[in-house]
């Protein structure tokens, strides 16, 4: 198993940035690809960004692509969402997941582990 815990979220104003960390404990030797999704109120969640457990393949969707970038420090288990020039429509809760080998992507149904979720909350 493997347990997901987000931190970072919070309030912040249009333009301004955020950085979510996502620490992750037991078996991560089994972690294959994270993910970051997240979910609006009244939306269904969407994939946000990836990065390979080992190795430097990363992915992004349109709409972040440009001002969201994700990292991952191995020795400390956790991935990183540095979260630039945030709009209002980012606002959501951020979800972290780990997949197993040998899934990725874009699907939530290839991640087997999610966090609880953290709220970021854009103002205009």
């Known amino acids: 198993q493997v347990q997901l815990e987000e931190f970072g979220g919070g309030l912040v104003q249009a333009g301004g940035s955020l950085r979510l960390s996502c620490a992750a404990s037991g078996r991560t030797r089994s972690i294959y690809n994270m993910g970051w999704f997240r979910q609006a109120p009244g939306k269904e969640r969407e994939f946000v960004t990836g990065?390979?457990?080992?190795?430097?393949?990363?992915s992004y969707a349109d709409s972040v692509k440009g001002r969201f970038t994700i990292s991952r420090d191995n020795a400390k288990n956790t991935v990183y969402l540095q979260m630039n020039s945030l709009k209002p429509e980012d606002t959501a809760v951020y979800y972290c997941a780990a997949s197993r080998p040998y899934y990725s992507g874009s699907y939530s149904s290839n991640y087997d582990y999610w966090g609880q979720g953290t709220q970021v909350t854009v103002s205009s």
């Open positions: 990065i390979r457990w080992s190795g430097s393949s990363t």
